[in-house]
């Protein structure tokens, strides 16, 4: 798998602010949380034991936890 390729689904938290392209993508690591920069915030995301399958590749499940800002 080549680092590009999407392995993880990010799941649920403020649907405004990511778009759903945007929940498909690739993590590092696919058993600790995930941060992700949206706007002036973070969102956070943990691994759950959950996998959705998209194009025929397995997708670990990562359920929104909370938010946090970006210190000025």
Same mark, same amino acid.
């Given at each position: 798998? $080549?680092?590009?390729?999407?392995?993880?689904?990010?799941?649920?938290?403020?649907?405004?602010? #990511?778009?759903?392209?945007?929940?498909?993508? /690739?993590?590092? $690591?696919?058993?600790?949380? =995930?941060?992700?920069?949206?706007?002036?915030? /973070?969102?956070?995301?943990?691994?759950?034991?959950?996998?959705?399958? #998209?194009?025929?590749?397995? #997708?670990? =499940?990562?359920?929104? $936890?909370?938010?946090?800002? =970006?210190?000025?």
């Amino acid at each position: 798998m $080549s680092a590009n390729t999407p392995n993880a689904f990010l799941r649920g938290g403020p649907d405004h602010r #990511l778009a759903d392209a945007g929940r498909i993508r /690739y993590a590092e $690591s696919t058993t600790t949380p =995930v941060k992700i920069l949206v706007g002036e915030c /973070y969102e956070h995301f943990q691994p759950t034991s959950e996998f959705t399958e #998209l194009d025929g590749r397995q #997708l670990r =499940v990562f359920s929104w $936890s909370h938010r946090t800002f =970006v210190a000025e």
